[in-house]
């Protein structure tokens, strides 16, 4: 079995509990295991390494300063938060991060969760390339690991149990990710996904490489 497949596969207990879940809302996610992670929501408590993931990675905004910037990332947080529950009570896809927690040390290392990505997809060639088309809705795929988590898989690790349970729990029957044509770090987990890579060279800041997995067939 490839490392990929390993990766997209969920353990039976866990099949169970995303199941019995399901039952209930069909687009509940519970915290999710893999060999080496545990998935979870986001809780007020995770504001200092949300904060830390995000200067690590050099994503907050130098136009604010660092009370500011903190203050933006504590409310994006009871946002998210307050996301989980409203999702929840009215049927809608569970968008919005969830932090990703090394099981054996319980180390924040970043963070992984669906996205809504609004772009013309059917532009590319996975989609048909009709160069005129308009934007389209898609599942996407969201992750940002620490620069000391990063390259030792668990990126990949995280996003397969997310398209695992989409594809099982969820039925969903297809999932995107999306980045900068120069991301190849980014490139290279949709490449271990097993997603096929599209590059669009029109210019289109939202549609430059698209990685799109399509549900195995049942």
């Not at 893999?34 to 979870?40: D, G, H, K, S, Y």
């Not at 992984?112 to 059917?122: D, I, Q, T």
């Not at 532009?123 to 389209?136: D, I, P, V, Y």
Request: aromatic share 8%; with cysteine; net charge negative.
């Amino acid at each position: 079995m490839s490392t990929a497949s390993r990766d997209l596969t969920l353990t039976t207990q866990q099949q169970e509990t995303a199941g019995a879940i399901a039952s209930a809302n069909p687009f509940a996610v519970p915290p999710l295991k893999t060999e080496r992670l545990l998935i979870r929501e986001l809780a007020a408590s995770d504001l200092d390494d949300c904060q830390a993931l995000y200067v690590d990675i050099a994503w907050t905004d130098p136009a604010l300063t660092p009370e500011e910037d903190l203050a933006e990332r504590r409310a994006w947080l009871a946002w998210t938060i307050g996301g989980y529950r409203q999702f929840a009570r009215l049927y809608q896809p569970p968008l919005g991060e969830r932090a990703i927690i090394d099981r054996a040390t319980g180390q924040f290392l970043g963070l992984v969760g669906y996205v809504p990505s609004f772009e013309p997809f059917e532009r590319l060639a996975s989609f048909g390339e009709n160069e005129g088309a308009g934007r389209t809705m898609e599942l996407g795929l969201f992750w940002a690991m620490r620069t000391s988590a990063q390259g030792q898989g668990y990126a990949t690790e995280a996003a397969g149990a997310l398209i695992a349970h989409a594809f099982g729990a969820m039925a969903v029957g297809r999932i995107i990710a999306t980045t900068e044509h120069e991301n190849l770090a980014s490139i290279a987990v949709m490449r271990r996904l097993g997603m096929r890579i599209d590059s669009y060279a029109g210019v289109h800041p939202g549609l430059q490489v698209v990685g799109v997995l399509r549900a195995p067939a049942s």
